[in-house]
């Protein structure tokens, strides 16, 4: 099975920037992709962007130029700057893995809060 577990959320102003982290570990030959998503105040959750096993990468509308998703795979670490952080941005950030033997995992999410 897998686990992903994620930091680096925190309180910060707009403009300013954050990266999370999200480290999975288990059965982690076996994921295909991992993701952000997050859930605002009253929101369904979305996802944010999310990047596969060989790179390629996707991102939400709202948040393409101001993000990057990244990994580090000897560390098995997916990484999400954020940058010109807005206070829409706010939410509790969740990360989820996608293994093609084990099905979807999440991690217990961080909450970013941008103050205006």
């Known amino acids: 099975q897998v686990q992903v577990v994620e930091s680096g959320g925190g309180l910060v102003q707009a403009g300013g920037s954050l990266r999370l982290s999200c480290a999975a570990s288990?059965?982690?030959?076996?994921?295909?992709?991992i993701g952000w998503y997050r859930q605002g105040p009253g929101k369904q959750r979305e996802l944010v962007a999310d990047?596969?096993?060989?790179?390629?990468?996707k991102y939400s509308e709202s948040v393409k130029g101001r993000f990057t998703i990244s990994r580090d795979n000897a560390k098995n670490t997916v990484y999400l700057q954020m940058n010109s952080l807005k206070p829409e941005d706010t939410a509790v950030y969740y990360c989820h893995a996608q293994s093609t033997w084990y099905g979807g995992y999440w991690g217990q999410g961080t909450q970013v809060t941008v103050s205006s």
């Open positions: 288990g059965s982690t030959l076996t994921i295909n992709a």
């Open positions: 990047i596969s096993r060989g790179g390629s990468t």
